[in-house]
């Protein structure tokens, strides 16, 4: 076991590394995060905020193969791999597609269902706790479909959901839905109501939840890039900064997208890809909905927050590209407007991307660095690292405590590509 760590610096002021700095000030670690950009505007700034543990099924699901190779063909398709060179990108996506069988979906859903059960269940205890106001809202999330053949396929997912997961939904059919929900146009094919989720405003928690953590004497140094460390016996002495060298009992590496660019010195492969997703946000709409939507068929994602709306979701793999682009935006627009009678809100107040850390079997990577004893990685969270970030920042403080976690971390092991 590694002696108990005193100073810790975290790399990544996103959600995770957020999460991660809170749990070990809890256990008594004085902390720094550093961030290279500013804290927060990663791909945890204005991502859709469901806090969902309905969804515990991975990307890698036995369809999602030829959904990727037809989609290159398609540069309008919500899913879109761009054709181009890049190796790191193909072999990644070939360790994607061997897991797109059931067997694996279903080993990669029970891997991440801890994590998103645990930190729904934390995420009521710190909201309130530490008076983090970040427009909670715990109304669940509609799946719906507009057609009624969606809305009969989707039946045999909401099986595999209710018998082996213990998630249930209620079925809404035709004017029920609109019952429901009266934002929505009528005569769509229907929708399931997953009752266990909730949303919040992502921006408004990275900035109470820095607030609680600078109170509690947590120390976040902003525009400081970390390049590397300096190993010492097997063990990370310092980072080494722009701003040169830094030193720590313990360190934390929790750079998203971009935690593959520090994997030569964490002694494992790190094979994670920028899963690009846009998102626009506006005021609300006068017919705003209450409950988060998903257009399943569309893959659009609705939120209605108490100071915004927003319409978020597609995934691009494009590497690192930091283009805002029209095309991808414009297939949020395009989608909603099927289902809502008022689909936009006045005036947009941003058009936004980010880079969601993908893993090809859908399993976050936390663990200890098998090259550095006192480095402990959390990323890639694909798509749902704000729904896994509590438990996720509870284990790794567990890890570095040497105490027994709460969940198995087997399934997470940096060692395991
Ligand atoms: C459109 C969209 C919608 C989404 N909706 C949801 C949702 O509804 N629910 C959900 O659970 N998830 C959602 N996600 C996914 C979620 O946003 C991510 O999984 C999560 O934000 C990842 O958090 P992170 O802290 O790992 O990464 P980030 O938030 O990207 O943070 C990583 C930080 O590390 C910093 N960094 C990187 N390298 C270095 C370095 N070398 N030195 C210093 N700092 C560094 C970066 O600047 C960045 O701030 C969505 C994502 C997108 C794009």
Redesign the pocket.
């Known amino acids: 076991m590694t002696p108990k760590a005193g100073r810790v610096i975290v790399?990544?002021?996103?959600?995770?590394?957020?999460a991660c700095a809170h749990y070990l000030s809890l256990a008594g670690r004085e902390v720094t995060i550093?961030?290279?950009?500013?804290?927060?505007?990663?791909?945890?700034?204005?991502?859709?905020?469901?806090?969902?543990p309905s969804?515990v099924l991975p990307l890698t699901t036995p369809g999602a193969v030829g959904m990727a190779l037809r989609s290159m063909l398609k540069r309008d398709a919500p899913f879109y791999v761009k054709p181009r060179f890049d190796p790191t990108l193909w072999a990644w996506l070939f360790r994607f597609a061997r897991r797109c069988n059931h067997r694996d979906m279903m080993a990669a859903a029970a891997a991440i269902r801890p994590l998103l059960n645990t930190s729904r269940r934390l995420y009521d205890e710190l909201l309130r706790s530490e008076g983090i106001d970040c427009e909670w809202e715990a109304r669940g999330l509609l799946f719906i479909f507009q057609s009624r053949s969606g809305m009969e396929h989707y039946a045999e997912t909401d099986r595999l959901l209710r018998e082996s997961f213990d998630l249930s939904a209620t079925r809404h059919d035709g004017d029920a839905l609109t019952a429901l929900e009266p934002a929505l146009k009528p005569g769509l094919g229907g929708g399931w109501h997953y009752r266990t989720d909730a949303?919040l405003r992502?921006d408004r928690l990275m900035s109470e939840w820095r607030r609680v953590l600078e109170a509690r004497g947590v120390t976040v140094r902003e525009h400081?890039?970390?390049?590397g460390f300096v190993r010492e016996r097997g063990r990370a002495r310092a980072l080494m900064?722009e701003r040169g060298e830094m030193t720590a009992d313990a360190f934390v590496v929790?750079?998203?997208?971009?935690?593959p660019?520090?994997g030569r010195f964490l002694g494992c492969k790190v094979p994670i890809q920028p899963?690009?997703?846009?998102?626009i946000t506006m005021d609300r709409p006068a017919r705003c909905p209450t409950i988060p939507l998903i257009f399943e068929e569309h893959r659009v994602?609705v939120?209605p927050m108490r100071t915004g709306y927003r319409l978020?979701?597609?995934m691009e793999f494009a590497g690192y590209d930091t283009t805002l682009n029209r095309r991808r935006l414009d297939i949020l627009r395009r989608g909603a407007e099927h289902y809502l009678h008022e689909p936009f809100g006045e005036p947009v107040r941003e058009e936004?991307?980010?880079?969601?850390?993908m893993t090809p079997d859908s399993v976050p990577i936390i663990g200890r660095s098998p090259a550095l004893a006192n480095v402990v990685i959390?990323?890639?969270?694909?798509?749902?690292?704000?729904?896994?970030?509590p438990a996720t920042g509870r284990l790794v403080a567990e890890l570095l405590d040497g105490t027994t976690p709460h969940v198995d971390p087997a399934p997470y092991a940096p060692t395991r590509f």
Do not use: Q
């Open positions: 790399v990544g002021g996103g959600v995770i590394g957020t550093l961030d290279r950009g500013a804290f927060g505007a990663g791909a945890s700034h204005a991502n859709c905020g469901y806090v969902c969804h949303h992502p400081c890039e970390v390049k900064t929790a750079a998203g997208a971009l935690t660019r520090l899963g690009k997703g846009y998102s994602a939120t978020g979701s597609t936004w991307y980010g880079w969601r850390p959390a990323a890639g969270h694909n798509m749902l690292g704000l729904s896994m970030a």
